[in-house]
């Protein structure tokens, strides 16, 4: 199950071990540094999953995902919120702005492909609903 993902996010060492992780199982990953490069490249590629970095510079990943959701190409692609607010009502806030689900920095190691591919099993069965 090779996807395409597309991680948005500033921050050089979580870019490279989030890279690391999903190449090491066979995935694609290309990347943007901010929310408009981000946007501009999820609607040229349309990759199977957007990780989104919630603390950006500039336009920040509450924004960015509503963006990407006006897109009829992106509407069924998964976002998934990256971030280290460890606050109550952030995840409501991200699912609010269109993600699709919600992870807690620093990424885990060992369970951290698992659920991105969780999130990838779970788009393809709603696809072929
Ligand atoms: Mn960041």
Redesign the pocket.
Known sequence: MNAVVLLI???EQ?HYLASYLLKARGHQVVYAVDGPAGIALALEIVPDLILL?????GMD?YEVAYELRQSSKLQQVPIIAVTSYAMVGDRERVLRAGCNGYMEKPIDPETFVSEIEEHLSQARREEYR
């Open positions: 996010e500033d921050n979580n970095d919630i603390q950006l510079p990943g």
